[in-house]
């Protein structure tokens, strides 16, 4: 079935530092990526998303391609800023199965002055 | 502000008992998912309706049940509680045009 694999957290990184928090699919079709992120307490917000092989997503200096060849949807900022501390999900869909997500299993990031 | 809404925020109930959840799409969204997010399995997609009929079903339990209204909104049923089905419950809708998914602010339920 499809599943989808985030590196395991927590990342821990100073204010101002280049994150990537890498992610990978396996999908028996051709999946939408999105990156979701949660705030302590709050629901899940989409962050950003690509729906074919070498789109590109971004929002708020955060950014990732699709890349089919390696099957893998890696999230990038340059510089982080306290503000950013959650949990970042990494998720696919199969249009014509209902669209429904297949999370990994988050990433937890504490940004730190 | 993502426009889904979810009632209650927060419920507390005991082993054996029944709950209810309530979803509201936003404005004009067809489709209605549930999921569940809990420590052990993280989350993980239940069941979805679209315009008032069930599309496709996840991981959900034969003690849990939903149903959408001719109105859109959706509600969650879950019955003869254990203490496992503890865990936040969102609901999320999506417009007929778009992949994405947008997500109420979850409701806990913690089983005692």
């Known amino acids: 079935g499809d599943s989808v694999t985030q590196m395991e957290g927590p990342v821990t990184l100073s204010e101002e530092a280049f994150l990537t928090i890498n992610c990978t699919y396996t999908?028996?079709?051709?999946?939408?990526l999105f990156w979701y992120v949660q705030y302590p307490g709050e629901g899940l917000q989409l962050l950003l998303k690509a729906t074919k092989a070498d789109d590109k997503g971004s929002n708020k200096g955060f950014e990732a391609t699709y890349r089919k060849e390696t099957t893998s949807f890696h999230l990038e900022k340059g510089s982080v800023q306290v503000s950013d501390s959650a949990v970042y999900f990494c998720a696919l869909s199969i249009t014509g199965g209902g669209n429904k997500l297949t999370f990994g299993t988050g990433t937890q990031l504490k940004v730190e002055l | 502000d993502s426009g889904v809404t979810q009632t209650p925020k927060h419920l507390i109930t005991a082993t054996g008992q029944r709950v209810t959840l309530r979803c509201s799409p936003r404005s004009g969204d067809l489709s209605v998912y549930w999921y569940q997010q809990s420590l052990d399995q993280g989350l993980q997609f239940l069941i979805q309706y679209y315009n008032g009929e069930e599309r496709a079903k996840g991981n959900i339990l034969e003690r849990f049940s939903a149903q959408q209204f001719p109105d859109l909104h959706s509600e969650l049923n879950l019955s003869s509680l254990e203490l496992g089905d503890s865990a936040l419950y969102f609901c999320?809708?999506?417009?007929?045009?778009?992949?994405?998914?947008?997500f109420g602010p979850g409701t806990r339920l913690t089983v005692l």
């Open positions: 999908a028996t079709g051709y999946p939408s």
């Open positions: 999320a809708s999506r417009s007929g045009q778009m992949d994405e998914q947008f």
